[in-house]
């Protein structure tokens, strides 16, 4: 996992967004988004094959939710 903490935005496959990424580890996959601004990778899913694109489809619809998620957190609100 330390390749992703310092390399996470070149790591893996791009999602349709310049910050949505997948990684492949065995059978699984390990879905991520990337904030450059805040410097903060976040793990935001795990899927196997089958479910992948019911995943990807579900991160997608809370996108704008995991940023406010960020924001809160490095704010120090809970």
């Known amino acids: 996992m330390n390749h ?3 390399k ?3 790591i893996g496959k791009l999602l349709g967004r310049k910050y949505f990424r ?7 996959r390990l ?4 904030y450059k601004k805040f410097m903060v990778i976040l793990g ?7 479910t992948q694109q019911n995943t990807i489809d579900k991160i997608l ?8 998620f960020i924001i809160e957190k490095l704010r120090g609100k809970s």
Request: hydrophobic letters at 25%; aromatic letters at 12%.
């Open 4 to 6: 992703i903490r310092e």
């Open 8 to 10: 996470g935005d070149s």
């Open 22 to 28: 997948e990684k492949k580890f065995g059978g699984k």
């Open 31 to 34: 879905y991520f988004l990337v």
């Open 44 to 50: 935001v899913g795990i899927s196997n094959k089958k």
């Open 61 to 68: 619809s809370e996108i704008r939710n995991y940023e406010k």
